[in-house]
């Protein structure tokens, strides 16, 4: 078993990455169904699952005091307050 260590899930962090980019590829865009092996996940749905999987990453990275591996650039929606 390896030691748990921010490098280590930096290399988990780019297997995913690897993963995900040569998944996207062979994805279609629509969410498809095949009778032999079942669903066949679209685009958005590979970069959903690696999105998950990246999240976990920075999570175990936070719990351990370290520097997230992970950015997630997606800023909140921000609603201005109305005037009376």
Not at 5 to 13: F, G
Not at 14 to 21: D, F, N, Y
Request: charged share 30%; glycine share 4%.
């Amino acid at each position: 078993m390896t030691t748990l260590t921010r490098a280590s899930l930096l290399e988990r962090a780019s297997a995913v990455w690897q993963k995900m980019l040569d998944d996207v590829l062979k994805a279609g865009v629509k969410r498809e169904w095949n009778r032999f092996v079942g669903s066949v996940p679209s685009k958005n749905d590979v970069v959903r699952a690696a999105q998950a999987d990246l999240r976990v990453l920075n999570d175990v990275a936070l719990a351990h005091g370290w520097d997230p591996v992970y950015v997630d650039e997606e800023e909140p929606i921000k609603l201005g307050k109305i005037k009376k």
